[in-house]
């Protein structure tokens, strides 16, 4: 029992050590979901995991091959901190083909990955007490960096009947003096929703109105379905194109979340402040990741449009079925590879008093791993994903089905 006290003590002398930001993080949902259902499944248990945030696809052979000539070849040493100028060009060449923008090399920075760009640009940004405006429900890390910044989230509702998406109004009623951007992420997370050029001109206008920042989370690009297309925010207009921040990378589209290559591309100043930053923090990204985002870029593109093709293809199957499930509504979505039913009924009808507990006895007793929409500020939900193989997707909606029956009180 001594023991125990010491310990306690302990923890609380090492808690108060820490700095005071990283007290205020909220642990990350889908981690903590996706660690135990791997636990369950080392101990025997046949758990489905449908908390992915990563396509199942393997990186295209080109990009893989190219990786290894460039080691080979002794490309194995240090870069510029903001990437290499090969790969830069890479960018610029794709921003200009795919969305007619121009950029120049000082506009644009490689970093580790989308989520490490968008940190580094929360720290050369935000100073205590700016506000940040981000719609719910978003990705678990934008207001996390955020706080880790000394800035404020300041959350507004994106309602299912407006298919999880904000308007220009909600926008222009939450600025303040200290509001200094938005974040725009589209194809979203979790949402999978999609902003039509109508809704980002006036959401633009807003901007333009109250001279703010917009950060443009454009990862899930290429898995766009149906008869929808991306259009970046940044096309709309010069001003537009000035005051957003693009932010991409190579880790959805080409199938490549573990290369950790992402870009901005922006501001001079901005990007310029990010290069510095980079330089005393993490050197330069992974040199051989580069050459293969390079060949990513300027390769062939025929297995990002067979990714996308099957994504659509298991979408269109699976959305019906998980629609059926009692208590569940269920807005298609246009784009990424998720699904997010809003589950209030059948969270009452089964006898679950909030969604995390709900997505507990999903994992526990239905062996199925969801990840709970509270972490994404979106309460009444739970994010599905289709990156795993089709019979994967439909035993879990099954097994999930027959939860919902078993458990449904009349």
């Not at 290499?84 to 970093?111: F, S």
């Amino acid at each position: 029992m001594e023991t125990n006290f010491e310990s306690i003590r302990g923890a609380i002398q090492l808690t108060r050590q820490l700095a005071s930001r990283v007290n205020t993080l909220s642990p990350s949902t889908t981690l903590a979901i996706t660690a135990k259902a791997k636990e369950m499944k080392a101990s025997g248990i046949d758990v489905i995991g449908l908390g992915a945030g990563e396509p199942d696809y393997n990186t295209p052979d080109n990009i893989i091959e190219a990786a290894y000539t460039s080691m080979k070849e002794g490309k194995t040493k240090y870069t510029p901190s903001g990437g290499l100028p090969t790969l830069k060009d890479a960018v610029i060449a794709k921003l200009e083909n795919d969305q007619g923008l121009h950029y120049l090399r000082n506009e644009i920075m490689i970093g580790i990955g989308a989520k490490h760009v968008l940190y580094t640009l929360f720290q050369v940004m935000i100073n205590p007490g700016d506000e940040v405006i981000i719609p719910s429900p978003y990705w678990v890390s934008y207001p996390e960096q955020v706080k880790l910044a000394g800035g404020v989230p300041v959350h507004i509702e994106g309602k299912p009947e407006a298919h999880f998406k904000v308007t220009a109004e909600q926008i222009h009623d939450a600025v303040t003096e200290k509001t200094k951007a938005i974040i725009i992420n589209s194809p979203g997370n979790p949402t999978g929703m999609i902003y039509s050029e109508d809704e980002l001109n006036q959401i633009a206008n807003v901007c333009k109105e109250k001279d703010l920042w917009i950060i443009s989370d454009e990862i899930y690009e290429k898995l766009i379905y149906g008869d929808e297309k991306h259009v970046s925010i940044a096309q709309l207009s010069e001003d537009a194109k000035k005051r957003t921040l693009i932010i991409n990378g190579v880790s959805k589209s080409h199938s490549m979340t573990g290369w950790r290559i992402g870009y901005i591309a922006g501001d001079a100043t901005v990007v310029g402040a990010m290069t510095n930053l980079a330089s005393h923090s993490t050197s330069n990204p992974t040199t051989t990741s580069q050459y293969a985002a390079i060949e990513a870029y300027n390769g062939p593109q025929d297995a990002v449009e067979t990714m996308r093709k099957d994504f659509e293809s298991r979408l269109d199957r699976v959305y019906p079925q998980l629609a059926a499930i009692p208590g569940f509504k269920v807005i298609k979505p246009q784009g990424a590879f998720y699904l997010l039913p809003e589950v209030t009924e059948a969270m009452e009808k089964t006898g679950f008093a909030n969604v995390d507990d709900f997505a507990e006895a999903l994992l526990t007793k239905a062996n199925v791993a969801v990840i709970p929409g509270s972490g994404f500020g979106s309460p009444n939900t739970i994010r599905l994903s289709y990156a795993t193989s089709i019979e994967l997707i439909e035993e879990a909606i099954r097994r999930i089905h027959s939860f919902v029956k078993e458990k449904w009180r009349i």
